[in-house]
Nanobody, 119 residues
Framework: QAQLTESGGGLVQPGDSLRLSCAAS????????MGWFRQAPGKDRELVAS????????NYLDSVKGRFNISRGKAGNTAFLQMDNLQPEDTAVYYC????????????WGQGTQVTVSS
């Protein structure tokens, strides 16, 4: 099974930007879709952004619309999450996930990267 690895998290101030990256390694596989989830302490994991790799439109959590942008890398199964105007409520562990087929199940997950927004 392909493994996903995130990078790019860190500690930033409100209003700053971060760009998260997700790269697949291991067994070669073509993903149907990729997405970014986040989980803040004491809260459920939520889907922040997702995109179907075959040319579908991106979908975003309402609270990040206009600030976050998901994109696909040129090198196959890679994904990015550009996060602008970060706010303290964006603080969470961010996870990259992927689907290999159409449906509700995200079959591949990364280990997560911490994003902390604090003044």
């Amino acid at each position: 099974q392909a493994q996903l690895t995130e990078s790019g998290g860190g500690l930033v101030q409100p209003g700053d930007s971060l760009r998260l990256s997700c790269a697949a390694s291991g067994r070669s596989v073509s993903f149907y879709a990729m997405g970014w989830f986040r989980q803040a302490p004491g809260k459920d994991r939520e889907l922040v952004a997702s995109m179907i790799w075959g040319g579908g439109t991106a979908n975003y959590l309402d609270s990040v619309k206009g600030r976050f942008n998901i994109s696909r890398g040129k090198a196959g199964n890679t994904a990015f999450l550009q996060m602008d105007n970060l706010q303290p409520e964006d603080t969470a562990v961010y996870y990259c996930a992927a689907k290999t087929i159409k449906g509700p199940t995200w079959s591949n997950w990364g280990q997560g990267t911490q994003v902390t927004v604090s003044s």
